[in-house]
């Protein structure tokens, strides 16, 4: 989100990002939904209607940026909903703007190439400073310092979206090497490293998920979450695949031009800490759907493509155990579920953990949590051995 703010803002658009959701926002959006909505749309709505009761709001003047997408995921309602709920709350002169995944999020803004690359490369970037944060913040010897240290390489990125992107990007990537280079740690006694898959909202949103990723740390683990460029990546592939099934040429080849550039900024951007990095480099979208062909029929989409493909990722990457977070009735959660136990048998038994967020606040999560942590500090050291 910070990132498409100092996109917009490069661009001369002011921009908010919401204050992050708490139980007040979960409320709201809990009085307002039908109750039968994800997790997400939930807080997500909460977040936007606290906003808007503000007295400094004035809808006439704002624009709200809700994504959507094709396909059976209520993503793709969310919109729709928040439409709705705007209008019925006096919210009508509000705007929402809803780029779409099925183009893979083109035609944005006055200047879209630019905005895409703006947005691009912050992306990568944070997406390399949340992996730099996993992985030093459990060996950390001053509390809290690993936090303080990606906050300000945060800001430093940010600040280099807002120049323009390009060499300010990666001269941010290069401070950042710097400094959590000097960072200092305590790697003697190894912990069992958890990929983290499941719905991109939960998998990024601390209160949703119950701060999950904190939660393995405190358990004595390390995570690797999945990033949220794979999400990016797969648009691409979906679209330029459908694009030369039905013969677009054109939107195939722009489409393969935009991926190209894609992958060369974040090779890029990777460089300056992949020396930091237990896997700096992510395996392209192509190879996690080679990986799901056996179980799942890619053309069929959803997020299930990256959460089966990327378990089955971090499995042969030597990872000990997975975690596979979703909200309550999620379609593409439940069909990842449902596959685990195939999946498991193939990837040598490994630890696999389904985590079911509704608004309730209750999952059991620190006892089921504490017994995955033992088979996966088991399987670890089995396979060291």
Same mark, same amino acid.
């Given at each position: 989100?910070?990132?498409?703010?100092?996109?917009?803002?490069?661009?001369?658009?002011?921009?908010?990002?919401?204050?992050?959701?708490?139980?007040?926002?979960?409320?709201?959006?809990?009085?307002?939904?039908?109750?039968?909505?994800?997790?997400?749309?939930?807080?997500?709505?909460?977040?936007?209607?606290?906003?808007?009761?503000?007295?400094?709001?004035?809808?006439?003047?704002?624009?709200?940026?809700?994504?959507?997408?094709?396909?059976?995921?209520?993503?793709?309602?969310?919109?729709?909903?928040?439409?709705?709920?705007?209008?019925?709350?006096?919210?009508?002169?509000?705007?929402?703007?809803?780029?779409?995944?099925?183009?893979?999020?083109?035609?944005?803004?006055?200047?879209?190439?630019?905005? +895409?690359?703006?947005?691009?490369?912050?992306?990568?970037? @944070?997406?390399? !400073?949340? &992996?730099?944060? %996993? $992985?030093?913040?459990?060996?950390?010897?001053?509390?809290?310092?690993?936090?303080?240290?990606?906050?300000?390489?945060?800001?430093?990125?940010?600040?280099?979206?807002?120049?323009?992107?390009?060499?300010?990007?990666?001269?941010?990537?290069?401070?950042?090497?710097?400094?959590?280079?000097?960072?200092?740690?305590?790697?003697?006694?190894?912990?069992?490293?958890?990929?983290?898959?499941?719905?991109?909202?939960?998998?990024?949103?601390?209160?949703?998920?119950?701060?999950?990723?904190?939660?393995?740390?405190?358990?004595?683990?390390?995570?690797?979450?999945?990033?949220?460029?794979?999400?990016?990546?797969?648009?691409?592939?979906?679209?330029?695949?459908?694009?030369?099934?039905?013969?677009?040429?054109?939107?195939?080849?722009?489409?393969?031009?935009?991926?190209?550039?894609? +992958?060369?900024?974040?090779?890029?951007?990777?460089?300056? @800490?992949?020396? !930091?990095? &237990?896997?700096? %480099? $992510?395996?392209?979208?192509?190879?996690?759907?080679?990986?799901?062909?056996?179980?799942?029929?890619?053309?069929?989409?959803?997020?299930?493509?990256?959460?089966?493909?990327?378990?089955?990722?971090?499995?042969?990457?030597?990872?000990?155990?997975?975690?596979?977070?979703?909200?309550?009735?999620?379609?593409?959660?439940?069909?990842?579920?449902?596959?685990?136990?195939?999946?498991?048998?193939?990837?040598?038994?490994?630890?696999?953990?389904?985590?079911?967020?509704?608004?309730?606040?209750?999952?059991?999560?620190?006892?089921?949590?504490?017994?995955?942590?033992?088979?996966?500090?088991?399987?670890?050291?089995?396979?060291?051995?």
């Amino acid at each position: 989100c910070y990132v498409v703010q100092a996109a917009l803002e490069a661009h001369g658009l002011p921009a908010e990002v919401l204050p992050p959701p708490d139980d007040e926002t979960l409320e709201i959006g809990l009085g307002l939904c039908r109750g039968r909505e994800c997790l997400p749309c939930f807080i997500t709505t909460g977040d936007i209607i606290r906003r808007a009761r503000q007295p400094d709001f004035d809808p006439v003047r704002v624009q709200l940026l809700m994504p959507t997408t094709a396909g059976p995921c209520r993503f793709g309602q969310y919109s729709a909903l928040q439409r709705d709920l705007l209008d019925r709350n006096g919210l009508g002169g509000m705007d929402i703007i809803s780029p779409n995944a099925e183009n893979s999020y083109q035609g944005f803004g006055d200047n879209p190439t630019k905005m +895409r690359k703006l947005a691009w490369q912050g992306t990568v970037a @944070v997406d390399l !400073l949340q &992996k730099l944060v %996993h $992985e030093y913040r459990p060996y950390e010897l001053n509390r809290g310092q690993t936090d303080q240290v990606y906050q300000q390489c945060l800001k430093q990125v940010l600040e280099a979206v807002r120049e323009g992107g390009g060499k300010p990007v990666a001269r941010a990537m290069q401070w950042a090497a710097t400094q959590f280079e000097a960072l200092p740690v305590d790697r003697s006694e190894p912990r069992p490293v958890i990929g983290l898959v499941g719905e991109i909202y939960l998998r990024f949103n601390a209160y949703g998920n119950q701060d999950i990723v904190r939660q393995v740390e405190v358990a004595g683990g390390e995570d690797i979450v999945a990033t949220m460029k794979e999400g990016l990546y797969l648009t691409n592939w979906y679209y330029k695949t459908m694009a030369r099934k039905l013969g677009n040429y054109l939107d195939f080849l722009t489409t393969f031009i935009v991926d190209a550039y894609q +992958r060369d900024r974040e090779r890029k951007l990777v460089k300056p @800490v992949e020396h !930091l990095l &237990k896997f700096p %480099h $992510e395996s392209p979208i192509e190879v996690l759907i080679e990986h799901i062909q056996p179980y799942y029929e890619p053309y069929l989409a959803t997020e299930a493509i990256l959460s089966m493909g990327k378990a089955i990722d971090f499995a042969r990457l030597g990872l000990s155990g997975i975690l596979n977070v979703m909200p309550f009735s999620c379609m593409p959660g439940i069909i990842t579920a449902g596959m685990a136990p195939r999946l498991r048998h193939d990837l040598d038994k490994i630890p696999w953990l389904d985590v079911i967020y509704d608004a309730q606040g209750g999952t059991n999560l620190n006892t089921r949590l504490e017994a995955f942590m033992y088979q996966t500090e088991q399987y670890r050291q089995r396979r060291a051995g």
